[in-house]
């Protein structure tokens, strides 16, 4: 088990504005570990350097190092910052519960976010801030499957503060970087509201100080 002593700080390579990076560094933040966030900006227009992508070969964020380990995937990533250091256990010891777990990540990762993020929040809120023009048959596409995925995950969710009940996992630090993004865009707020314990969740984890702390600045 790795302790907070460990000599070198671990570093994520990546920005904040990012979900993939934001949820590893919730995930570093629920388990009490300091670490560097070193600035590598995926949309620069010169490109990824060549040192980073050394460290990831397929030039997404983020990416993580601690001593002479690397690792790049953010549910391999937070994965092993759950098993390899101390602090609160974020993964079910219940086979069947961390089964939920992976599978709610996987949703997260395979229909949630290009949907919820890309297609919602970025025709509807960030092109439009940044001059351009929402492009309205993405939004109209996109919708069916942000509701399949929120009432999957509704039905998914267990009784309880978060998502498989009395004990935050690494499936609520997946999702809260993305609904973040989902519930600036009216659709987003308007189809949320029609899920009240996801909404009820979304209350809590949208509190919690490791969420606040990890708000985007860009
Ligand atoms: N499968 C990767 C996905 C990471 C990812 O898509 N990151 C986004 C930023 S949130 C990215 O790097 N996008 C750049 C691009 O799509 O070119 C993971 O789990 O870490």
């Given at each position: ?46 490109g990824l350097p060549a040192w980073y992508l050394e460290r990831h070969p397929f030039g ?159």
């Open positions: 088990m790795i302790t907070a002593a460990a000599a070198s700080l671990p570093r994520l390579f990546g920005a904040d504005y990012s979900v993939y990076v934001r949820i590893v560094r919730l995930a570093l933040a629920e388990k009490g570990i300091a670490y560097e966030l070193v600035p590598v900006d995926v949309f620069a227009p010169a997404r964020i983020p990416a993580f190092e601690h001593s002479d380990i690397r690792l790049f995937e953010t549910a391999a990533i937070t994965r092993y910052i759950d098993e390899a250091y101390s602090g609160p256990a974020l993964q079910p010891a219940a086979p069947l519960q961390r089964a939920l777990m992976n599978q709610i990540i996987g949703i997260l990762d395979a229909y949630a976010y290009r949907t919820m993020v890309w297609d919602i929040y970025v025709e509807r809120v960030s092109k439009p801030k940044e001059g351009g023009t929402s492009d309205e048959e993405t939004i109209r596409a996109a919708i069916p499957i942000a509701k399949i995925c929120l009432d999957v995950l509704s039905d998914l969710k267990l009784e309880g503060a978060w998502l498989l009940g009395d004990q935050l996992t690494l499936c609520d630090l997946h999702a809260a970087p993305i609904f973040a993004y989902f519930v600036q865009a009216s659709e987003g707020r308007r189809m949320l509201s029609d899920h009240p314990a996801l909404s009820a969740w979304w209350e809590n984890v949208s509190a919690l100080p490791s969420f606040i702390a990890t708000a985007p600045t860009s």
